[in-house]
T-cell receptor, first 113, second 111 residues
Framework: AQTVTQSQPEMSVQEAETVTLSCTYD???????LFWYKQPPSRQMILVIR??????QNATENRFSVNFQKAAKSFSLKISDSQLGDTAMYFC??????????FGQGTRLTINP | SQTIHQWPATLVQPVGSPLSLECTVE??????LYWYRQAAGRGLQLLFY??????ISSEVPQNLSASRPQDRQFILSSKKLLLSDSGFYLC??????????FGSGTQLSVL
């Protein structure tokens, strides 16, 4: 079965700094999707970024980018120029097919002023 | 544009009582629909998914059931709630383009 591991339960950085959240996963499949979701205090799950496994190029969405290492089964999220509004729980997720996502345990990120 | 509605936002129920959570999607047709549960301080766990009316797949054995009486309506139910059913329930949908969108969630407390 696929598993997703986020080894950092909590992280805290100063505003405007860059922060990287770690995620590793385990699968025997070759084609799949990986996601980062943000859950602010409102608890709404918001899609941050998506990576297709067959694409070597790392996905980027404005200040958010990923470092996708397929061989190492690693999928980290980098947030540049962090803002107070980035404070949230961040979940890494693996798509095992038909959008049946497997989620990690989450990393609680706090951006300090 | 597509929107997803989920209600109620908060629910407190006694053990043994029934449950009905509803989710509807607007602005799309034939979506895939999902129910996820998030236990306190944990990630999300997929409970049910549906690819069409009357088609329900369960991912984990539990005290809950799901139904899809209409194309854009997904209902999560229980005949008798357990304490362990407490959690944050999220409905989600996708239109077959590999992106999943979530509702605002229901916080269920079983006392």
């Amino acid at each position: 079965a696929q598993t997703v591991t986020q080894s950092q339960p909590e992280m805290s950085v100063q505003e405007a700094e860059t922060v990287t959240l770690s995620c590793t996963y385990d699968t025997s499949e070759s084609n799949y999707y990986l996601f980062w979701y943000k859950q602010p205090p409102s608890r709404q799950m918001i899609l941050v970024i998506r990576q297709e496994a067959y694409k070597q190029q790392n996905a980027t969405e404005n200040r958010f980018s990923v470092n996708f290492q397929k061989a190492a089964k690693s999928f980290s999220l980098k947030i540049s120029d962090s803002q107070l509004g980035d404070t949230a729980m961040y979940f890494c997720a693996f798509d095992q097919g038909a959008q049946k996502l497997v989620f990690g345990q989450g990393t609680r990120l706090t951006i300090n002023p | 544009s597509q929107t997803i509605h989920q209600w109620p936002a908060t629910l407190v129920q006694p053990v043994g009582s029934p449950l009905s959570l509803e989710c509807t999607v607007e602005g799309t047709s034939n979506p895939n629909l999902y129910w996820y549960r998030q236990a306190a301080g944990r990630g999300l766990q997929l409970l049910f998914y549906s690819v069409g009316i009357g088609q329900i797949s369960s991912e984990v054995p539990q005290n809950l059931s799901a139904s899809r009486p209409q194309d854009r309506q997904f209902i999560l139910s229980s005949k008798k709630l357990l304490l362990s059913d407490s959690g944050f329930y999220l409905c989600a949908w996708d239109s077959h383009n590999e992106k999943l969108f979530f509702g605002s969630g229901t916080q269920l407390s079983v006392l």
